[in-house]
Each structure stands twice: as structure tokens, then as C-alpha cells.
Nanobody
Framework: QVQLVESGGGLVQAGDSLRLSCAAS????????MGWFRQVPGKEREFVAV????????LYADSVKGRFTISRDNGKATVFLQMRSVKVEDTAVYYC???????????????WGQGTQVTVSS
């Protein structure tokens, strides 16, 4: 089992930048693909970005492509989501997740953090 703890959320203004972190611990934490999802009340949790265990492959949702960057530091067992030019519609609870597959489907992610709130004001 992998334990995930997110941090870095907060209140920012539209156009600002913010970096989320996800610290992973537990067995095989460094060998898993890691992803970020987000959820707003009343809506399904949606895919944001995923990075392969080695960091060489990434995928992004169209809504964040070109603005968000996912990266990882396996030495520190940490995954980051750099958010730039944030928009009001980026407001959500952001979740870090881990998977043994290469996938963007939340059903394929078996380990989840508790989430961190990101609020973007206009």
C-alpha cells in the first residue's frame, strides 16, 4: 500500500501560479505512475495529469495542457503539479493518486491522497 499526502493548495488570483506537492511513502512508491485529479462539488472527479514512474512520459487533460506541468523527484518520492496562468475554473480539490498501470482512468488508480483545496479568485 502506498500512502500519499498532498500539500501546496490555497487561495490565489486568476493568472497566478501555484505548485502542488504529493509525498509518497510505502512499498514500491517509486515504481508507480502518479497522477493528479480534481473534483468540484456535485461533479465527477476528473483527470488532470499523469507521469510515468521514470518521469519520461506525461499526459494532460486538454483543459490544463500548456498551463500545468507534472514532474517527479523519485529520490524524494515526491510528485509535483506546477500550475501556471490559473483560471477560476481550476478551483477544485486536487487529489494525488498512484497506479501500477499507464492510465488516465480514475478506476485504475488504487491509492489516493486526502486532497488539497485550490481556490482561484477573479
Amino acid at each position: 500500500q502506498v500512502q500519499l499526502v498532498e500539500s501546496g493548495g490555497g487561495l490565489v488570483q486568476a493568472g497566478d501560479s501555484l505548485r502542488l506537492s504529493c509525498a509518497a511513502s510505502g512499498r514500491a512508491a517509486g515504481s508507480l505512475a502518479m497522477g493528479w485529479f480534481r473534483q468540484v462539488p456535485g461533479k465527477e472527479r476528473e483527470f488532470v495529469a499523469v507521469i510515468s514512474w521514470g518521469g519520461s512520459s506525461t499526459l494532460y487533460a486538454d483543459s490544463v495542457k500548456g498551463r500545468f506541468t507534472i514532474s517527479r523527484d523519485n529520490g524524494k518520492a515526491t510528485v509535483f503539479l506546477q500550475m501556471r496562468s490559473v483560471k477560476v475554473e481550476d478551483t477544485a480539490v486536487y487529489y494525488c493518486a498512484a497506479t501500477s498501470k499507464w492510465s488516465v482512468r480514475k478506476a485504475d488508480f488504487g491509492s489516493w491522497g486526502q486532497g488539497t483545496q485550490v481556490t482561484v479568485s477573479s
